[in-house]
Structure formats: structure tokens, C-alpha cells
């Protein structure tokens, strides 16, 4: 067995739950750990509801449902991931968390050349390696929500990055999980949020100005430029708390006014209505999805 086919995920939310699905969903053995037992609870369930919907549409034989269901491990320890020849961190999107996370993971990895990959999409990896004594080891891998649906991955390597580690998680991506890898350097946003957050930013600005409803925000970019969803039903999927920790690190990392979350944002996060996983956004859901 490849180390690659041994991976760990840290933090079971929206992203963490879905990298787990599509790293078991490629075979691989999967140990997935979330010291907050209701976010795991909640992540095992968004998985088997994600398999179920690809047994229905025909993409997933039932019987290969609960092979994956098998290949995945739930636990609050990250002693077990001692084995893992690459970890994925997934967990809030906040520097300090994230930092202590990694150098907690780097504490418990056995082999000397595993790899911890973060999924952040806007902390400097810089940052998160340097907490670890693994920096060569550390590099970013951004997958985008849904996870199991959007192709795409971007690869982040740092100035200390082994180019031997970037080639080997490249190759996992592409190879192993079948996506399409972009390489970007290591600069708060990468390509994608560097072009997507000041749209949705500019997207909640609007609103905020009262120059035009929500509804037609949304059917503006989805009915004009043949969007999947428009920016402001978008921002409720990827979850107002993680919009605007992103935002705030873009910000901090360029200071450029287009990167600031602007003061609708915050107001929606210190009400908690953080979009789909709350049931309330910039729209109501009926019931509380994740
Ligand atoms: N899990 C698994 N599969 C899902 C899913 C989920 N959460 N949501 C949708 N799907 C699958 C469905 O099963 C369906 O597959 P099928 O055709 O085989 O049945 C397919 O996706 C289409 O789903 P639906 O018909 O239910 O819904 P839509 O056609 O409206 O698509 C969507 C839903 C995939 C979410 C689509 O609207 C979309 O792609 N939206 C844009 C999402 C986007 O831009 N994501 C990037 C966000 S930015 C990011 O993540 C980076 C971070 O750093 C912020």
C-alpha cells in the first residue's frame, strides 16, 4: 500500500466531510478526526446523503456505497492518525486554530515523510507550516464546495516546500481523486478567492446599497452570464462565518478596500445566519442543511 492511500482528515464541517467522501470515494483508507462529536455526527450524515444521491442518480452502485461507507474511520483522537502518509486539515478558518492544529498533527505523524496538506483558502501556508517541524512537508490543497461536485483543486506549495511534495500531492489530486490541479503560489487567496471574493464581496455591497433586491443580484449573473448560482445565493453555500474569514485575511494580507467584508456581512455573522447550514442567509431554507 502507497502512504498516500492512508489519509487523514482533520475537521469534519462542509469541506472536511466532503474531501473524506471523495478520498473514500477513490479507494483510499480515510480516518477522519472531529474532536466536536455533533460536527461529526453531522459530517457522517452529509456523507451518506451525498452517496445515497449518487446511488439514485445511477453514478454509485449501491453496493459501493457502503464499501466507502467502510473505508471511512471516525474518531476525536489525532493519535490515529499516527499511520497516515497525508493529512488534510479542514478545520475553521482561522489562522491561530489552524496553526495549532497542524503542529498538533506534525506531534502525532509517524513516518517521516508524511505529508499535512491545509485546505485554507486564504491563510499564507507559510504561516501554518512554520508551526510544524515538518515546513518541507507542508503544502496547501484548496477543493472547492460541494466537494464531491467541483473538479477543480488548487496546489500551494511555500518557498520551503519539497518540490518532491508537490509533484507526489499533485499527482494525488489529479491521479487518485481525478481532479484538476491548479498551481498557485503561496498568496492569500490563491487564484480562485483572489477573482471570486471581491465578486461576492461586491455582490453583498450592492445589496447593502439597496441599488438592487438579492433575487435580482442573483438572477443578474445567473440568467446573464450562465452562473450555476448567482453571488449572494453562493456566499450562503459556502457559509457567511467562512466568507468572511476569508475576506478578513485577504484584507489583511493586501489591504486593498475591495478584500474589506462589508459591515452587512459581519452584522449577518454576529446574528449566526451563516447561509445554507443555519437555514438562513441571504435566503430561508426550510430545514437546516449542511
Ligand atoms: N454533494 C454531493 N453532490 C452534490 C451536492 C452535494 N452537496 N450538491 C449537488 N450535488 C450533485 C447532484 O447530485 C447532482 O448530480 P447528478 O446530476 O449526478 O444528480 C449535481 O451535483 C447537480 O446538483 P443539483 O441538480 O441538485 O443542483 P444544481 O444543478 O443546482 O447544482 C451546485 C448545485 C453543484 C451547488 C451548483 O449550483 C454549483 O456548482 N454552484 C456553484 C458552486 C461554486 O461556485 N462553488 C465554489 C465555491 S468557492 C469555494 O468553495 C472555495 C472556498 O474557499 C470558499
Redesign the pocket.
Known amino acids: 500500500m502507497n502512504a498516500l492511500d492512508r489519509v487523514g482528515v482533520v475537521g469534519c464541517g462542509l469541506m472536511g466531510s ?1 474531501i473524506a467522501e471523495v478520498c473514500a470515494r477513490a479507494g483510499l483508507d480515510v480516518v477522519v478526526a472531529e474532536r466536536d462529536g455533533g460536527a461529526a455526527r453531522a459530517g457522517r450524515l452529509r456523507i451518506t446523503a ?1 452517496l445515497d ?2 446511488v439514485r ?1 445511477g ?1 454509485l452502485a449501491a453496493e459501493d456505497r457502503d464499501d466507502v461507507l467502510s473505508r471511512l474511520r471516525f474518531t476525536d483522537d489525532l493519535a490515529a492518525l499516527a499511520d497516515r502518509g497525508l493529512v488534510v486539515e479542514a478545520v475553521a478558518e482561522h489562522r491561530d486554530v489552524k496553526a495549532a492544529t497542524l503542529a498538533a498533527v506534525d506531534r502525532h505523524l509517524a513516518l517521516d515523510d508524511a505529508v499535512i496538506a491545509s485546505n485554507t ?2 491563510i499564507p501556508i507559510i504561516d501554518l507550516a512554520a508551526a510544524t517541524e515538518r515546513p518541507e512537508s507542508v503544502i496547501g490543497l ?5 466537494v ?3 473538479r477543480l483543486v488548487e496546489v500551494v506549495p511555500t518557498q520551503l516546500t519539497a518540490d518532491t511534495v508537490t509533484e507526489q500531492v499533485s499527482a494525488f489530486a489529479a491521479e487518485r481523486l481525478g481532479k484538476t490541479v491548479v498551481r498557485a503560489r503561496d498568496r492569500s487567496g490563491f487564484v ?2 483572489a477573482l ?1 471574493v471581491p465578486y461576492l464581496l461586491s455582490a453583498v455591497r450592492m445589496l447593502e446599497s439597496g441599488f438592487a433586491s438579492a433575487e435580482d443580484i442573483d438572477h443578474g449573473m445567473v440568467l446573464g452570464c450562465a452562473h ?2 448567482g453571488p449572494l445565493r ?1 456566499l450562503d ?2 457559509g457567511l462565518d ?2 468572511h474569514a ?1 475576506a478578513d485575511s485577504m484584507y489583511e494580507e493586501f489591504k486593498e478596500p475591495l478584500y474589506a467584508p462589508p459591515a452587512l456581512l459581519r452584522r449577518m455573522v454576529a446574528a449566526g445566519t451563516l447561509g445554507r447550514k443555519t437555514g438562513r442567509g441571504f435566503y430561508s431554507y426550510g430545514a437546516s442543511r449542511g
Open positions: 466532503g451525498s444521491r449518487g442518480s453514478k483558502s486564504s484548496h477543493f472547492f464546495n460541494p464531491p461536485v467541483q480562485v478567492n471570486l450555476p448560482m453562493l453555500l459556502i467562512t466568507a476569508i
